[in-house]
Protein backbone atom coordinates (compact mmCIF):
# COMPACT_ATOMS: atom_id res chain seq x y z
CA UNK A 1 0.00 0.00 0.00
CA UNK A 2 1.35 3.25 -1.17
CA UNK A 3 2.10 5.94 1.61
CA UNK A 4 3.06 9.70 1.10
CA UNK A 5 3.68 11.90 4.06
CA UNK A 6 4.74 15.81 3.23
CA UNK A 7 7.28 17.43 5.18
CA UNK A 8 9.06 20.98 5.47
CA UNK A 9 8.88 23.95 7.30
CA UNK A 10 6.00 24.94 8.98
CA UNK A 11 6.73 28.81 8.64
CA UNK A 12 8.22 30.96 5.37
CA UNK A 13 8.68 34.11 5.44
CA UNK A 14 7.53 36.94 2.39
CA UNK A 15 9.39 36.77 -0.60
CA UNK A 16 11.59 33.25 0.02
CA UNK A 17 11.16 29.95 -1.30
CA UNK A 18 8.49 27.60 0.00
CA UNK A 19 9.99 24.09 -0.02
CA UNK A 20 8.03 21.12 0.41
CA UNK A 21 9.66 16.96 0.24
CA UNK A 22 6.92 14.17 -0.16
CA UNK A 23 8.26 11.06 0.90
CA UNK A 24 6.95 8.15 -0.45
CA UNK A 25 6.74 4.53 1.30
CA UNK A 26 5.44 0.91 0.36
CA UNK A 27 6.90 0.82 -3.18
CA UNK A 28 9.78 2.82 -5.18
CA UNK A 29 9.40 6.05 -6.99
CA UNK A 30 10.50 4.69 -9.68
CA UNK A 31 8.70 1.09 -10.14
CA UNK A 32 5.82 1.99 -13.14
CA UNK A 33 4.62 5.38 -14.84
CA UNK A 34 3.23 7.76 -12.51
CA UNK A 35 2.05 11.18 -11.91
CA UNK A 36 3.17 12.37 -8.62
CA UNK A 37 1.34 15.49 -7.82
CA UNK A 38 1.42 18.48 -5.06
CA UNK A 39 -1.91 19.89 -4.02
CA UNK A 40 -3.04 22.74 -1.74
CA UNK A 41 -6.07 24.32 0.44
CA UNK A 42 -6.12 27.95 1.50
CA UNK A 43 -8.25 28.45 4.89
CA UNK A 44 -11.84 28.03 3.93
CA UNK A 45 -11.21 27.76 0.09
CA UNK A 46 -11.29 24.76 -1.87
CA UNK A 47 -8.46 22.66 -3.36
CA UNK A 48 -5.80 23.91 -6.27
CA UNK A 49 -4.11 22.03 -8.03
CA UNK A 50 -0.54 22.83 -8.29
CA UNK A 51 1.37 20.80 -10.79
CA UNK A 52 2.48 16.95 -11.31
CA UNK A 53 5.42 15.51 -12.96
CA UNK A 54 5.61 12.00 -14.07
CA UNK A 55 8.36 9.14 -14.05
CA UNK A 56 9.76 10.14 -17.30
CA UNK A 57 10.59 13.62 -15.51
CA UNK A 58 7.60 15.74 -17.55
CA UNK A 59 5.73 18.16 -15.28
CA UNK A 60 3.36 19.63 -15.92
CA UNK A 61 2.30 23.25 -13.76
CA UNK A 62 -1.12 25.20 -13.30
CA UNK A 63 -0.92 28.55 -14.99
CA UNK A 64 -1.52 30.70 -12.17
CA UNK A 65 1.47 29.19 -10.24
CA UNK A 66 3.92 28.20 -12.95
CA UNK A 67 6.49 30.86 -13.22
CA UNK A 68 7.28 30.36 -9.08
CA UNK A 69 6.77 26.39 -9.23
CA UNK A 70 9.11 23.71 -9.45
CA UNK A 71 8.64 20.00 -8.86
CA UNK A 72 11.17 17.39 -8.95
CA UNK A 73 11.75 14.07 -8.07
CA UNK A 74 14.80 12.23 -6.10
CA UNK A 75 14.47 8.63 -7.18
CA UNK A 76 17.63 8.28 -4.66
CA UNK A 77 15.80 9.61 -1.25
CA UNK A 78 12.25 8.29 -2.92
CA UNK A 79 10.95 11.37 -2.68
CA UNK A 80 9.37 14.28 -4.28
CA UNK A 81 9.66 17.75 -3.84
CA UNK A 82 7.68 21.26 -4.52
CA UNK A 83 9.84 24.93 -4.33
CA UNK A 84 7.16 27.40 -5.02
CA UNK A 85 9.31 31.01 -5.03
CA UNK A 86 8.45 34.28 -4.38
CA UNK A 87 5.56 33.64 -1.74
CA UNK A 88 3.24 35.89 -0.15
CA UNK A 89 0.24 35.05 2.76
CA UNK A 90 -2.12 34.27 0.09
CA UNK A 91 0.35 30.98 -0.52
CA UNK A 92 -0.78 29.98 3.04
CA UNK A 93 -2.33 26.72 2.91
CA UNK A 94 -2.61 22.81 3.79
CA UNK A 95 -0.34 21.29 1.07
CA UNK A 96 -1.04 17.84 0.33
CA UNK A 97 1.57 15.38 -1.83
CA UNK A 98 -0.46 12.95 -4.34
CA UNK A 99 -0.03 9.88 -6.93
CA UNK A 100 -1.98 8.38 -9.11
CA UNK A 101 -3.38 4.59 -9.79
CA UNK A 102 -5.60 2.85 -11.78
CA UNK A 103 -8.55 1.31 -11.43
CA UNK A 104 -9.71 -1.23 -14.32
CA UNK A 105 -7.44 0.89 -16.87
CA UNK A 106 -9.01 3.98 -15.65
CA UNK A 107 -6.30 6.17 -14.34
CA UNK A 108 -7.48 8.20 -10.81
CA UNK A 109 -4.49 10.97 -10.65
CA UNK A 110 -4.69 11.69 -7.35
CA UNK A 111 -5.64 8.15 -5.54
CA UNK A 112 -3.27 8.09 -2.94
CA UNK A 113 -2.90 11.15 -0.58
CA UNK A 114 -1.11 12.48 1.93
CA UNK A 115 -2.38 14.12 5.26
CA UNK A 116 -1.32 17.39 4.39
CA UNK A 117 1.30 20.08 5.96
CA UNK A 118 0.31 23.72 7.20
CA UNK A 119 2.72 26.64 5.74
CA UNK A 120 2.13 29.78 6.78
CA UNK A 121 3.85 33.11 5.40
CA UNK A 122 3.98 35.29 7.89
CA UNK A 123 7.13 37.53 8.68
CA UNK B 1 -9.74 26.45 -16.14
CA UNK B 2 -12.82 24.49 -16.02
CA UNK B 3 -14.58 25.39 -12.92
CA UNK B 4 -16.55 23.21 -10.91
CA UNK B 5 -19.14 24.37 -8.83
CA UNK B 6 -20.70 22.57 -6.02
CA UNK B 7 -23.77 22.84 -3.99
CA UNK B 8 -24.59 23.37 -1.39
CA UNK B 9 -21.16 24.71 0.99
CA UNK B 10 -22.82 23.00 4.26
CA UNK B 11 -25.36 20.12 4.93
CA UNK B 12 -26.71 19.54 8.12
CA UNK B 13 -28.97 16.24 7.84
CA UNK B 14 -30.31 13.10 10.47
CA UNK B 15 -29.01 9.73 10.72
CA UNK B 16 -30.94 8.11 7.72
CA UNK B 17 -31.52 10.52 5.84
CA UNK B 18 -31.11 11.03 2.28
CA UNK B 19 -27.98 13.42 1.33
CA UNK B 20 -27.28 14.54 -2.20
CA UNK B 21 -24.64 17.09 -3.20
CA UNK B 22 -24.07 18.26 -6.94
CA UNK B 23 -21.23 19.31 -9.06
CA UNK B 24 -21.98 21.59 -12.27
CA UNK B 25 -18.56 21.64 -14.55
CA UNK B 26 -18.40 25.30 -16.40
CA UNK B 27 -17.84 23.25 -19.75
CA UNK B 28 -18.38 19.38 -20.56
CA UNK B 29 -16.08 16.76 -18.73
CA UNK B 30 -17.48 13.84 -20.02
CA UNK B 31 -17.48 11.57 -17.13
CA UNK B 32 -14.20 12.42 -16.06
CA UNK B 33 -15.10 13.18 -12.59
CA UNK B 34 -14.12 11.50 -9.29
CA UNK B 35 -15.91 12.50 -5.61
CA UNK B 36 -13.98 12.13 -2.48
CA UNK B 37 -14.63 12.06 1.81
CA UNK B 38 -12.45 14.41 3.63
CA UNK B 39 -12.26 14.30 7.55
CA UNK B 40 -10.37 16.30 9.38
CA UNK B 41 -6.02 15.69 9.04
CA UNK B 42 -6.92 12.46 7.34
CA UNK B 43 -6.04 11.97 3.87
CA UNK B 44 -8.78 12.84 1.47
CA UNK B 45 -10.57 8.67 -0.01
CA UNK B 46 -12.01 8.67 -3.23
CA UNK B 47 -15.34 7.34 -3.10
CA UNK B 48 -16.81 7.39 -6.39
CA UNK B 49 -15.01 7.60 -10.36
CA UNK B 50 -15.63 8.23 -13.41
CA UNK B 51 -19.10 9.62 -12.29
CA UNK B 52 -20.49 6.65 -11.30
CA UNK B 53 -18.45 3.96 -10.46
CA UNK B 54 -17.92 3.02 -6.72
CA UNK B 55 -14.33 2.13 -5.62
CA UNK B 56 -13.37 -1.37 -4.37
CA UNK B 57 -14.73 -1.29 -0.07
CA UNK B 58 -16.66 1.81 -0.47
CA UNK B 59 -20.39 1.25 1.11
CA UNK B 60 -23.15 0.81 -1.50
CA UNK B 61 -25.32 3.55 0.48
CA UNK B 62 -22.61 5.90 -1.53
CA UNK B 63 -23.37 6.79 -5.62
CA UNK B 64 -22.69 8.94 -8.00
CA UNK B 65 -24.45 9.93 -11.42
CA UNK B 66 -24.08 12.48 -14.10
CA UNK B 67 -22.07 13.11 -17.58
CA UNK B 68 -21.20 16.18 -19.47
CA UNK B 69 -21.97 19.17 -17.11
CA UNK B 70 -24.05 17.99 -14.04
CA UNK B 71 -23.21 15.29 -11.93
CA UNK B 72 -24.83 14.30 -8.08
CA UNK B 73 -23.02 12.34 -5.12
CA UNK B 74 -25.85 10.57 -3.14
CA UNK B 75 -25.93 9.33 0.11
CA UNK B 76 -28.85 6.80 0.42
CA UNK B 77 -29.00 6.20 4.74
CA UNK B 78 -26.59 8.86 6.34
CA UNK B 79 -24.64 7.26 8.90
CA UNK B 80 -22.51 8.83 11.80
CA UNK B 81 -19.37 7.43 10.53
CA UNK B 82 -20.20 10.10 7.21
CA UNK B 83 -19.44 13.02 9.23
CA UNK B 84 -17.13 14.52 6.62
CA UNK B 85 -16.34 17.18 3.48
CA UNK B 86 -17.00 15.88 0.38
CA UNK B 87 -15.65 17.24 -2.82
CA UNK B 88 -15.52 16.91 -5.97
CA UNK B 89 -12.63 16.98 -8.65
CA UNK B 90 -12.96 16.74 -12.79
CA UNK B 91 -9.63 15.52 -14.68
CA UNK B 92 -10.93 16.24 -18.05
CA UNK B 93 -8.39 18.41 -18.49
CA UNK B 94 -5.59 20.46 -17.33
CA UNK B 95 -5.36 22.22 -14.67
CA UNK B 96 -6.96 19.63 -12.06
CA UNK B 97 -9.88 21.74 -10.56
CA UNK B 98 -12.08 20.94 -7.60
CA UNK B 99 -15.36 21.61 -6.40
CA UNK B 100 -15.36 24.14 -2.95
CA UNK B 101 -16.29 20.91 -0.55
CA UNK B 102 -19.61 20.22 1.44
CA UNK B 103 -19.18 20.24 4.77
CA UNK B 104 -21.58 17.29 6.33
CA UNK B 105 -22.94 17.57 9.75
CA UNK B 106 -25.24 15.27 11.57
CA UNK B 107 -28.33 16.96 12.69
Known amino acids: QVQLQESGPGLVKPSQTLSLTCTVS??????????WTWIRQPAGKGLEWIGR???????NYNPSLKSRVTISVDTSKNQFSLKLSSVNAADTAVYYCARDSSIFGVVIPTYYWGQGTLVTVSS | DIQMTQSPSSLSASVGDRVTITCRAS??????LNWYQHKPGKAPKLLIYDASNLETGVPSRFSGSGSGTDFTFTITSLQPEDIATYFC?????????FGQGTRLEIK
Open chain 2, 89 to 97: QQYDDLPIT
Open chain 1, 53 to 59: IYTSGSA
Open chain 2, 27 to 32: QSINSY
Open chain 1, 26 to 35: GGSINSGSHY
